[in-house]
């Protein structure tokens, strides 16, 4: 029955949905006054949280796959990878206009200068040839050796990613949600490392 839904092409279409459901909250928010007292902050905390988010959904994918023997999972891997992107997007969006208000060379600085920063732009930057090789042309450009070499990336992006999210929070006492983020994250990496060496001998 799980595979017969999850088949279905209009699951696709729900979880679409679902996954643009926070950036229409959002959205909304903005318009009506409903973010708190610091409205360009929540923007930019919560577009990088759920860029995060959408991480943890991507690579959880293969592991759920193996393990639930569900390869129909496969289907919606590409599109979470591109919410995160997206969701990536609009975080650095939101920086660089509410926090920097569009000063290039007060945003070059800012990035030189603060470590936090300058490991969040370069996760970005890592990502973006992701999102752009993530489509069935690119495959077959690339073809499926260095395709697959390439988007190996994504651990790496994944760790700076956790470290961005680490840094963002000095200075704050509760890091409960930097520590369960980088708990899920070293799971599914670590997965991936024995699933390799082992599971297949």
């Not at 318009?31 to 919560?46: H, K, Q, T, V, W």
């Not at 129909?72 to 995160?84: D, N, P, T, Y």
């Not at 890091?175 to 994250?185: H, N, R, T």
Request: contains cysteine.
């Amino acid at each position: 029955m799980v595979r017969a839904l999850l088949g279905k092409p209009q699951t696709k279409l729900v979880i679409f949905t679902i996954a643009a459901l926070p950036f229409c909250y959002l959205l909304w928010g903005a318009f009506n006054d409903a973010l708190g007292a610091n409205p360009a902050e929540y923007l930019i905390r919560s577009t990088g949280e759920l860029a995060l988010r959408f991480l943890c959904f991507t690579l959880a994918i293969s592991p759920l796959r193996v393990i639930a023997g569900l390869p129909e999972l496969l289907r919606f891997r590409r599109m979470l990878g591109l919410f995160v992107y997206f969701y990536a997007c609009i975080h650095l969006l939101c920086y660089s206009w509410l926090d920097m208000g569009f000063e290039w060379v007060d945003i070059a600085a800012d990035i030189a200068k603060r470590p936090f920063i300058l490991v969040g732009f370069t996760a970005f930057v890592l990502l973006t040839p992701l999102a752009a090789t993530s489509f069935n042309r690119a495959i077959r450009g690339l073809g499926a050796r260095r395709w697959q070499m390439l988007h190996r990336v994504v651990y790496g992006i994944a760790l700076l990613t956790v470290l961005h999210f680490y840094w963002m929070r000095a200075g704050k006492s509760n890091f409960a949600e930097v520590v369960m983020y980088g708990a899920i994250l070293a799971a599914l990496l670590l997965w991936r490392v024995w699933n390799k060496r082992f599971a297949r001998h």
